[in-house]
């Protein structure tokens, strides 16, 4: 398919701030990926996870204490995509290649395949963010509409409301049907996927069906397929909510836009930084805790400007990276708490939900 195309101003602004994201890591002695601190961190988000799994598989606790368990695992699952499993697919979590592979392939332990997410994160969510009929992760059709260039369906009238049952239907439909949609179909959207090899194909069948030993055919071995679907359809609706909603705060708030390539010339008016820059937010970047459970991606305009840069670090560089903005007249969306931005986000489903 054809793919606009950047406009590329001499000099960048992608250059400039490049510059100077450089020269502090030059400074500071420090390299740009993952440290200590990091991998503290998978380790404990790794451990916390098999310990809740084991307690509820092998333990059957009391049902009393197993929906809230259901629920923490939910958000250890999250928590690992956000960390471990993002770093590692961008190349950020280590200097080491094979770290980073490994990094990555937690999402395949975790039901869904990273080489299909590459393709559609970070090729198309990263290059084309928030351009319809290329981002596919405003792609949600027939249930939400993101943007205006997107087909109104009268449902959507009602869309501000339901939203949070549409979002907890991602992981479960993600491991399930998109997954397998992806593979067979060759393609994202309208986007052909890398050719895969056979390793590429061992990995996608392999850890499919490991997957569903140990999320589904050892759990009602275990206790039950009553007590096991309960639980599952609580962990699975939970952490789709959670992985939508992290999302969406970055890119479809007010004050977000969604561009479209010229008819003429097939090109943005943009340079690729500043569309970055205009189609994307921050939110409670003070927020330690919210940090650290979200692996940074509150700090969504380093991340989309710096993907290959760890998350540790972005606290750090968005003092840069606001200074450069600042210093262009270029815009520096943020959201100063969680609440602003959910709210944000109700609205612009609200103005998106008439015609």
Not at 90 to 112: D, P
Request: net charge positive.
């Amino acid at each position: 398919m054809n793919t606009p195309k950047f406009t590329i101003p001499n000099p960048s602004f992608h250059s400039e701030i490049k510059r100077r994201i450089n020269e502090y890591f030059n400074k500071k002695g420090i390299s740009s990926t993952g440290n200590f601190s990091l991998y503290l961190k998978a380790a404990v988000l790794t451990i916390a996870f098999v310990a809740v799994y084991v307690h509820l598989v092998f333990f059957t606790p009391a049902v009393w204490f197993a929906i809230p368990e259901c629920l923490l695992l939910g958000l250890l699952t999250a928590a690992l995509g956000f960390n471990v499993m993002h770093d590692g697919a961008h190349g950020s979590f280590s200097k080491r290649k094979w770290i980073n592979s490994l990094a990555g392939l937690s999402l395949n332990m975790l039901g869904a395949n990273v080489f299909m997410w590459k393709t559609k994160h970070n090729v198309l969510h990263h290059s084309y963010t928030n351009i319809h009929e290329l981002d596919d992760d405003i792609e949600a059709k027939p249930l939400l509409r993101f943007c205006k260039t997107q087909k109104y369906y009268k449902i959507h009238k009602f869309q501000h409301h339901y939203f949070w049952a549409a979002y907890s239907l991602l992981y479960i439909w993600w491991v399930f049907v998109t997954d397998y949609k992806k593979y067979f179909l060759k393609r994202i959207g309208d986007m052909p996927i890398q050719r895969m090899t056979v390793a590429d194909h061992i990995t996608f069948w392999g850890f499919k069906v490991l997957h569903a030993f140990l999320f589904v055919v050892l759990p009602i071995l275990t206790v039950g397929a009553i007590p096991w679907l309960i639980g599952f359809l609580v962990y699975g609706l939970f952490t789709g909510f959670i992985l939508s909603i992290v999302f969406q705060l970055a890119h479809t708030v007010e004050g977000t836009t969604f561009l479209q390539a010229s008819t003429q010339t097939g090109k943005i008016e943009d340079e690729w930084a500043l569309h970055q820059l205009k189609t994307t937010a921050n939110f409670a970047n003070k927020n330690k805790f919210l940090c650290w459970w979200v692996g940074g991606l509150n700090f969504q305009i380093e991340h989309h400007l710096f993907p290959k840069i760890s998350h540790i670090h972005y606290p750090a560089i968005s003092k840069i990276i606001r200074k450069a903005c600042q210093d262009y007249g270029f815009p520096y969306l943020e959201y100063p708490k969680t609440r602003l931005a959910v709210l944000s986000h109700i609205s612009h489903l609200r103005t998106m939900s008439k015609r």
